[in-house]
C-alpha cells in the first residue's frame, strides 16, 4: 500500500495478515516522503539482485527481512525510532481494572 508520510508525522510499522498481522515499530518522520518510493530505494540499494517473481520456495535464503527495512529507515534518516508503551484495556468488551 502506497502512503504519503510528511514530517512529523507518527508510523506505526505493521505487517502480516489476519492472525499473522503484527506491530513491529513506531516511529516519527523526519522529512516527507512516499511509501512506495522509500522501499524500492531500500530493495535497489540493499538487496539489488532480489527477485519478487523468484520461486518462494526459494525465498528463505534470498527475501529481505522486515527488521532491515526498519533499521534502514532510521539510519538514513527518514524517521527516528520513538519509545512506546502498549496499554491493553481489556478482552471482549471487558475492561482490565487490575
Do not use: C
Amino acid at each position: 500500500m502506497n502512503m504519503k508520510i510528511q514530517i512529523g508525522d507518527l508510523v506505526l510499522l505493521s505487517e502480516g495478515k489476519y492472525s499473522d498481522y503484527g506491530i513491529l515499530d513506531t516511529f516519527r518522520a523526519l522529512k516527507d516522503f512516499d511509501t512506495s518510493d522509500v522501499i524500492r530505494e531500500f530493495m535497489a540499494k540493499e538487496y539489488p539482485d532480489y527477485d519478487p517473481d523468484y520461486d518462494p520456495e526459494d525465498w528463505e535464503e534470498s527475501r529481505p527481512e522486515y527488521e532491515d527495512l526498519q533499521k534502514w529507515v532510521i539510519s538514513v534518516g527518514y524517521v527516528e525510532e520513538l519509545k512506546t508503551v502498549e496499554w491493553h484495556i481489556g478482552v471482549y468488551g471487558q475492561f482490565d481494572t487490575h
